[in-house]
C-alpha cells in the first residue's frame, strides 16, 4: 500500500504564493503519475496538475502560467509552486499518484487526505 502525506497549503493573500509537497511512502511500488487535484466549494473535482516520472507535465489552463509542478523520483515526491495566486484557487487540494506494483503489471492509484488552500485578502 501506498501512504500520501501532504504539507504546505495554508491562507495566503491574493498576488501570493503557496508551495505543496506530497510524499508517497511504502515499499513495493513504483510511481508513474503524480499530481493533485483540487476541489472547490460547491463545485466538482478537476485536475489541477500532474507530472509522469519521464517529467511530462499537465495543467489545468486556469493555472498554466502560474503553477510550476515538479518531482523527485528518488524520493516519490511532489511540489507544486503556486504563484500569483487568484481566490478561484481556493480550494482543498488532493495529492493523487498513479502507481504501478513492482514486478507486475498491475496499476493503482492513491489519494491523500486533501490540503486546504484559501486566498483571501
Known amino acids: 500500500q501506498v501512504q500520501l502525506v501532504e504539507s504546505g497549503g495554508g491562507l495566503v493573500q491574493p498576488g501570493g504564493s503557496l508551495r505543496l509537497s506530497c510524499a508517497a511512502s511504502g515499499s513495493g511500488f513504483s510511481i508513474n503519475v503524480m499530481g493533485w487535484y483540487r476541489q472547490a466549494p460547491v463545485k466538482q473535482r478537476e485536475l489541477a496538475a500532474t507530472?509522469?516520472?519521464?517529467?511530462?507535465?499537465n495543467y489545468a489552463d486556469s493555472v498554466k502560467g502560474r503553477f510550476t509542478i515538479s518531482r523527485d523520483n528518488a524520493k516519490n515526491t511532489v511540489n507544486l509552486q503556486m504563484n500569483s495566486l487568484k481566490h478561484e484557487d481556493t480550494a482543498v487540494y488532493y495529492c493523487?499518484?498513479?502507481?504501478?506494483?513492482?514486478?507486475?503489471?498491475?496499476?493503482?492509484?492513491?489519494w491523500g487526505q486533501g490540503n486546504h488552500v484559501t486566498v483571501s485578502s
Open positions: 493523487n499518484v498513479r502507481a504501478r506494483v513492482s514486478d507486475s503489471w498491475v496499476d493503482f492509484a492513491s
Open positions: 507530472i509522469t516520472s519521464g517529467g511530462s507535465t
